[in-house]
């Protein structure tokens, strides 16, 4: 049996162990369909103050992430940036229902695009494209997106513990297109660049210590930053483009694509190329701070060995 295969329904996820991940999923399904944009914008950010008073942790590490990135800014220039942050947080399950539940009509009708021919050309050339998204909070959206348009790639994933979760989550990113890549098959994710194929890759977050270094990233000068890159360029040479989704005036998600960068990516020289690589997500993230997932521990791993996981966050 392949140890990558996809999840397949079966007769046990109908124990009612999985009864409320099939009803929370369906009433979602429906409400994402009946209702206006409008009020599921309303929605997302009632969800999101709701989460400041219930889990005031995820705030707390969401404001020293923006006190470590931007040590230059105020208390008073970061409250209305944490709480925002909060908001759209809480619009990503929105947006999730909407990417994975919208028929194809709907969604595209929100959709713009900038720059998006040189990823045509690239696909006419026949060379693959690592699409270097940072993690956004609509990043759902950005990958459907692409399929949409005509324009499917695949995506990095790690399996749901919860087998029913991570079957509708496996069938919302697929069914319309997309493709995705259980994370530890490397293999596969070089095969597809090697076939001109898009390749979802976010290495933007800390993964720990393994395959990584420090370098800067925002306001941290030691930031833990994965060296995937460095290894996908250097197998398949492909073209690399920082690509954002985020969400604008009127619920317009604009699918922009930086240049690309491979040109000028260091591929023998991991640290530099992990140094590019945040300096190219630096870029794009301040095109909507607010919009990226400042509730993750990005700066939890530290390079002295001595120091505890998380002490940043203490």
Not at 93 to 118: A, C, D
Not at 276 to 285: G, P, R, S, T, W
């Amino acid at each position: 049996m392949n140890k990558y295969a996809p999840p397949k329904f079966s007769i046990k996820l109908l124990h009612p162990r999985y009864w409320l991940v099939w009803f929370s999923f369906g009433v979602l399904a429906l409400f994402v369909n009946l209702m206006p944009y409008f009020i599921l914008l309303k929605a997302g950010h009632g969800l999101g103050k709701l989460g400041m008073v219930l889990a005031k942790s995820r705030v707390k590490v969401a404001r020293r992430n923006l006190e470590l990135a931007f040590p230059e800014k105020s208390a008073e220039e970061l409250d209305p940036l944490v709480e925002e942050n909060i908001k759209n947080t809480g619009l990503a399950f929105m947006e999730m229902g909407m990417t994975w539940f919208w028929p194809t009509w709907r969604l595209k009708r929100h959709i713009r695009t900038v720059n998006l021919q040189q990823a045509i050309d690239f696909e006419n050339e026949g060379k693959g494209v690592l699409l270097c998204h940072p993690h956004t909070l609509n990043l759902e959206i950005s990958a459907r997106a692409f399929a949409v348009l005509g324009y499917p790639g695949s995506g990095v994933y790690r399996p749901n513990n919860n087998p029913a979760y991570d079957l509708v989550q496996y069938w919302g990113r697929t069914h319309n297109g997309n493709k995705l890549i259980d994370r530890k098959n490397l293999k596969e994710m070089i095969r597809t660049l090697n076939r001109g194929e898009r390749l979802f890759y976010l290495g933007d977050h800390d993964y720990g210590r393994n395959k990584s270094v420090f370098v800067p990233f925002f306001g941290v000068p030691d930031a833990c930053t994965t060296t995937g890159a460095n290894l996908l360029f250097k197998a398949t040479n492909c073209a690399m483009i920082p690509v954002t989704g985020f969400r604008y005036e009127k619920g317009q998600y604009e699918l922009n694509l930086a240049d690309s960068i491979h040109e000028q990516f260091p591929k023998d020289d991991v640290e530099a190329g992990a140094i590019l690589m945040n300096q190219a997500y630096e870029k794009v993230i301040l095109r909507q701070v607010d919009q990226w997932m400042w509730v993750h521990k990005r700066y939890k791993t530290m390079q002295d060995e001595n120091q505890p996981r998380g002490v940043r966050y203490k």
